[in-house]
Every structure is written in structure tokens, then in C-alpha cells.
């Protein structure tokens, strides 16, 4: 699967709970792609809360 498709959506690895996100050296080259590291970042705080 390709990393865009795995963003969005709260994952679990063997019972460990993960968000998928960019690589920061990634988001240094593409500042373009910080809002979805931001986005990212928002849906793992609001899984935390549940």
C-alpha cells in the first residue's frame, strides 16, 4: 500500500495503535505537505482522547 493511502486512518500493529505520517526530512523538501503532516498529527491526538 502506498503511504497516501495509509494516512487518515488510525491503524493497530499487534495491539499498538499508530497513525501513518510523513517522514520529517520529507516535509524539509516538500513544505508543501506539512498541512497533511498537521492533519496527521490532529487525528493522533483525537485517537488519544478516546
Known amino acids: 500500500a502506498t503511504l497516501a493511502s495509509l494516512r487518515g486512518t488510525p491503524h493497530n500493529y499487534q495491539g499498538i495503535p499508530l497513525i501513518v ?3 520529517p526530512s520529507y516535509l524539509l523538501r516538500s513544505p508543501m505537505e506539512k ?3 498537521w492533519q496527521d ?8 482522547k478516546k
Not at 41 to 48: H, I, Y
Request: hydrophobic residues 50%; glycine residues 0%.
Open 41 to 48: 498529527l490532529c487525528l493522533a491526538v483525537e485517537s488519544l
Open 21 to 23: 505520517t510523513y517522514h
Open 35 to 37: 498541512a497533511k503532516a
